[in-house]
């Protein structure tokens, strides 16, 4: 069992490591509008997100959402890397349990 664990506290360690890598961030969707749908003219761009409860969309300039697709997949990288700890972390905690 303590081999497990240590397998365990190690891809935790590693999961850290990932964290401190990521890069600027931030939650949403964008999504590619138009003024005229069926002409598909007027193109533009909204962010949609959540934060702290609060809905809001925000208009992205078309040269920016690039930074702005790299920056919602840098949250979405961060938010798998947490949740991955926190799985490792309950199986840790459980052999602790199980050992002690």
Same mark, same amino acid.
């Given at each position: 069992?303590?081999?497990? &664990?240590?397998?365990?506290?190690?891809?935790?360690?590693?999961? %850290?490591?990932? &964290?401190?890598?990521?890069?600027?961030?931030?939650?949403?969707? &964008?999504?590619?509008?138009?003024?005229?749908?069926?002409? %598909?003219?007027?193109? @533009?761009?909204?962010?949609?997100? /959540?934060?702290?409860?609060?809905?809001? /969309?925000?208009?992205?300039?078309?040269?920016? /959402?690039?930074?702005?697709? !790299?920056?919602?997949?840098? @949250?979405?990288? !961060?938010?798998?890397?947490?949740?991955?700890?926190?799985?490792?972390?309950?199986?840790?905690? %459980?052999?602790?349990?199980?050992?002690?």
């Amino acid at each position: 069992m303590q081999n497990n &664990l240590g397998k365990i506290q190690e891809e935790i360690e590693d999961v %850290k490591r990932q &964290l401190l890598r990521v890069g600027d961030m931030r939650p949403g969707n &964008l999504n590619q509008q138009f003024r005229k749908p069926k002409e %598909k003219s007027g193109e @533009y761009f909204q962010l949609n997100y /959540t934060f702290k409860g609060r809905s809001r /969309t925000e208009h992205v300039r078309k040269e920016n /959402t690039d930074i702005i697709r !790299s920056e919602i997949n840098e @949250y979405q990288k !961060s938010k798998d890397l947490y949740l991955r700890w926190v799985e490792l972390s309950i199986q840790a905690s %459980k052999l602790r349990f199980k050992n002690g």
